[in-house]
């Protein structure tokens, strides 16, 4: 039996007769969850000819990932998102290459949303926009109706593309290439 059962029981023998329940605190700060299908997205191993072109760079193709966050009690979520940064956007691999993360599609509560950057200091947001491209070091805010959404289910769905360029795109042996992202809820 847990501690929080056993002082409910304890705190019901103890009330008066009267038969009216003692109320019972709740906690006021949310417990919450993250997690991401699977945790790992593998793009298996590419030959120069299997990758594609795409603006420029060659490209092993997308991938998907869901993100899903999950509180207690309604909270505004704002996430950070951090990683090995390449300029303004995510390393992939040792060499040049990035990897583009966009948020494609966000849900809170089952509804859609809208996105946007964290700036100056954590209290200023840019513009909400309902796909956002996800840049190391920084935050974002989730906005309903351009003010800061309060929920207890936010779901993400992310794609992942990872982009190479020159002699990353035509190895002349085997390179590993990998990279990470690390969300983090904010308070």
């Given amino acids: 039996m847990n501690l929080r059962m056993m002082s409910y029981l304890l705190a019901l023998a103890l009330s008066p007769a009267s038969g009216a329940l003692p109320d019972i605190p709740q906690p006021a700060v949310p417990e919450c969850s993250l997690s991401a299908g699977g945790g790992q997205v593998d793009f298996g191993r590419s030959s120069p000819a299997q990758l594609r072109p795409t603006a420029g760079v060659m490209t092993p193709g997308v991938r998907r990932l869901m993100v899903i966050v999950s509180c207690t009690l309604a909270q505004e979520m704002r996430l950070r998102a951090a990683g090995p940064a390449s300029g303004a956007a995510f390393r992939w691999g040792e060499g040049g290459g990035t990897l583009r993360i966009h948020i494609a599609r966000a849900l809170l509560d089952g509804d859609d949303v809208q996105l946007a950057r964290i700036l100056a200091g954590d209290s200023r947001t840019g513009d909400a926009v309902s796909r956002l491209q996800l840049r190391p070091g920084e ?49």
């Fill in 139 to 187: 935050g974002i805010v989730v906005l309903r109706q351009g003010a800061p959404a309060r929920g207890r289910l936010l779901t993400l769905s992310l794609t992942l593309e990872p982009l190479l360029s020159g002699q990353e795109s035509h190895p002349r042996q085997r390179v590993r290439t990998d990279g990470w992202l690390d969300l983090t809820l904010l308070p």
